[in-house]
């Protein structure tokens, strides 16, 4: 289970559906800035979800892919020009 320090700060978490051949998981991803200034990532597994992270996560990783779809568009379209 991820753990917060004293003076750690979330900077943002997101949903995240992933499987393969025989298995899935359905994740809310965390990432922590630490009060040292270094940021870590952390996942919450299902069993550890509330809740509310539950009623949200279809939406939250919905918003995530297609986030990642677009950032991942305009990268290799930076990357062709000349």
């Not at 040292?36 to 892919?65: C, I, W």
């Not at 677009?70 to 020009?81: D, F, G, N, Y």
Request: charge should be neutral; charged fraction near 20%; include cysteine.
């Amino acid at each position: 289970m991820l753990q917060l320090d004293d003076g750690d700060y979330i900077v943002t978490a997101w949903a995240e559906s992933c499987s393969g051949p025989g298995w899935a998981n359905q994740l809310v991803n965390v990432l922590v800035l630490g009060r040292n200034g270094k940021l870590r990532m952390g996942a919450l597994q299902p069993h550890e979800q509330t809740a509310d992270m539950q009623s949200v996560f279809r939406y939250s990783a919905m918003a995530a892919e297609d986030m990642r779809r677009a950032v991942s568009a305009k990268l290799k379209e930076a990357h062709a020009r000349p």
